[in-house]
C-alpha cells in the first residue's frame, strides 16, 4: 500500500539528493544503481542556497570513507543539513561530530555504558514494555503502529541509560518531539530550536546535580570520567546525551515501523517469520538492511585525495549513502528481495569504522523485542489506511502506520 513515483535515472541531473521531499515521495532505487554502475562518485550541483557534494554509492567506497576519519573528517558536520549549513557548532564537544584523539577517549568512557552486559536490565524492560504495548493494541484490535508502538519504545530505553528520573520523563519526551518533528508539518523550525534548547538546559542541569552523586547510569559515569587527562565540562555532557536522543530515538522507531511494514508487504516472510524458518537473530539484520532509517551521512575532505579512483579536493563535502551501498550487488544477492533468512549480511545501516553506532545492540535488542514479539502474540495483521514518511533527506520510514491486528 505504499505507491512512490518512480525516479528514471535520466532525471538525474535535474535531482537535488538533498530535497528531503525527494527522499518522501520518491522511489529512488533505479537511480542508485544508476549511479553504483555508471557514476559511483556522483556530484549533487551546488544550488542557490547550498554548496555541491559529492554522492558515494558504492558499497566499497562507502564503507572505505566511513574507516578513513584522518581524510573524511566528522569535524565539519555528519549529515547534510550541518555540512550544507557551513558547520555543526557542536564540533569537538558531540561524539558524532569529533575525530581523533578526543573521540577515541569519549567513546572509551560511553562503551562500558554501551556493552551486552551493561545494557541487560535495559533490555529486560524494552522487552517488557514492546509485550505490553503489542497487547494492548491486541484488546484495542487496531493501532498506529508507528505512534502507538515503535515510537515508544527507544526514548524510554534511552531515559533509563541516562537515568532521567520518572517525574521528568512525559517532559522529555515532548521537548524530543518537538525538538526532532521538523520534518513533521505542525511543527516550526522556530518550536523545534526552542525545545532543542530546553532539552540541553534540563541535561546540563542534570549533570551538575549527578556530579559525585554516586548514582550508576550514563551521566554519572560522564560527570566523573576524564578523556585524555581533562574531565568532562557540562556543555560536552549535555551535548553527548542529546547526541543519544538524536541518535537513538527516531532511527530505532523507523526501523520497528519499517519492520512491521515490511512484514505486511512480504506474506511469505512474515510466514518464514513465524514458523521459525527465519531466527530472529537474521531476520533483525535484514530488517536494518531493507528500512536503512539514517539514509546517509557526511564528511569533509580534509586533504587533496580521491574515493575509487575519483579526485577530490580538500574541503569538499562528501556524502556515503547507506540506502545505496545496503543494495550494492557486488555484496549483496538479489538486494531487492527481503529475505529475513540472508546471512552474511553486511550491510552499513549503523555505519562502520570509527563512528560505528554505539547503540547497535540496543537497537538490535529493541527491533528483536519487537519482531519476537509480533511473531509470539500476532496471528494476522492488515494495513487499514496508507503509511506516511517522514520527509527528510537524512530519515527514512514511516511515521504513521494504521494497521489491525488479531491475537496468535
Ligand atoms: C552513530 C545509525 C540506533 C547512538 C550512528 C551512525 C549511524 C547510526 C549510521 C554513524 C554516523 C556517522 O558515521 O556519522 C543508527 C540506526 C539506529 C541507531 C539506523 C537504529 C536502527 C542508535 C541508538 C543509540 C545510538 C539506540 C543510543 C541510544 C549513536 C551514537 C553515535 C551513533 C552516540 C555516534 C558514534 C560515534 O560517533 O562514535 N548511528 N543508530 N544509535 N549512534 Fe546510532
Not at 530505532?252 to 512491521?260: H, K, Q, V, Y
Not at 537497537?363 to 502474540?377: F, I, K, N, S, T
Amino acid at each position: 500500500m505504499t505507491t512512490r513515483r518512480t525516479i528514471a535515472p535520466e532525471e538525474l541531473d535535474t535531482l537535488d539528493l538533498a530535497d528531503p521531499r525527494l527522499h518522501a515521495e520518491a522511489d529512488l532505487s533505479a537511480v542508485w544503481r544508476h549511479l553504483r554502475q555508471r557514476r559511483p562518485v556522483h556530484r549533487n550541483p551546488a544550488t542557490d542556497t547550498a554548496p555541491a557534494f559529492w554522492v558515494v554509492t558504492r558499497h566499497a567506497d562507502v564503507t572505505a570513507v566511513y574507516r578513513d576519519s584522518v581524510r573524511f573528517t566528522s569535524e565539519g558536520g555528519n549529515v547534510l543539513e550541518t555540512l550544507l549549513a557551513g558547520g555543526d557548532t557542536a564540533a569537538r564537544r558531540m561524539l558524532p561530530v569529533t575525530d581523533g584523539e578526543k573521540h577515541a577517549g569519549l567513546r572509551r568512557v560511553l562503551m562500558s555504558a554501551f556493552s551486552p552486559r551493561a545494557l541487560e536490565p535495559i533490555v529486560v524492560s524494552v522487552r517488557r514494555t514492546v509485550q505490553r504495548l503489542l497487547e494492548e493494541a491486541l484488546d484495542r484490535g487496531s493501532c498506529d503502529f508507528a505512534a502507538d508502538v515503535a515510537a515508544r519504545i527507544p526514548l524510554g530505553a534511552i531515559c533509563d541509560l541516562l537515568g532521567v528520573p520518572d517525574r521528568d520523563r512525559a517532559h522529555v519526551l515532548s521537548l524530543t518531539s518537538s525538538a526532532l518533528g521538523s520534518h513533521d508539518a505542525d511543527s516550526t523550525p522556530a518550536d523545534a530550536w526552542i525545545a532543542k534548547n530546553e532539552i540541553l538546559l534540563y541535561f546540563a542541569e542534570l549533570a551538575r546535580d549527578r556530579r559525585d552523586s554516586g548514582h550508576a547510569d550514563v551521566i554519572a559515569l560522564l560527570a566523573g570520567s576524564e578523556v585524555n587527562g581533562l574531565p568532562l565540562d557540562d556543555d560536552e555532557i549535555m551535548l553527548t546525551c542529546y547526541s543519544l536522543i538524536l541518535g537513538g530515538d527516531e532511527t530505532a522507531r523507523l526501523a520497528m515501523a519499517g519492520a512491521a511494514l515490511a512484514l505486511l508487504e512480504h506474506p511469505g516472510q512474515w510466514q518464514a517469520l513465524k514458523s521459525g524458518d527465519a531466527p530472529i537473530d537474521t531476520a533483525v539484520e535484514e530488517i536494518l538492511r531493507w528500512t536503512t532509517p539514517a539514509l546517509h551521512a557526511g564528511r569533509t575532505a580534509t586533504t587533496d585525495t580521491e574515493i575509487g579512483g575519483h579526485p577530490v579536493r580538500a574541503g569538499d563535502i562528501v556524502t556515503v549513502w547507506n540506502a545505496s551501498a545496503n543494495h550494492d550487488e557486488l555484496v549483496f544477492d538479489a538486494p531487492g528481495e527481503l529475505r529475513l533468512d540472508r546471512t552474511p549480511n553486511k550491510h552499513v545501516t549503523f555505519a562502520y569504522g570509527p563512528h560505528f553506532c554505539l547503540g547497535a545492540h540496543l537497537a538490535r535488542a529493541e527491533l528483536g523485542a519487537v519482531l519476537a514479539g509480533l511473531r509470539d502474540l500476532v496471528a494476522e495483521m492488515e494495513q487499514t489506511g496508507p503509511a506516511r514518511p517522514v520527509h527528510s533527506n537524512f530519515l527514512s520510514g514511516s511515521g504513521v502506520l494504521p494497521l489491525t491486528l488479531k491475537a496468535a
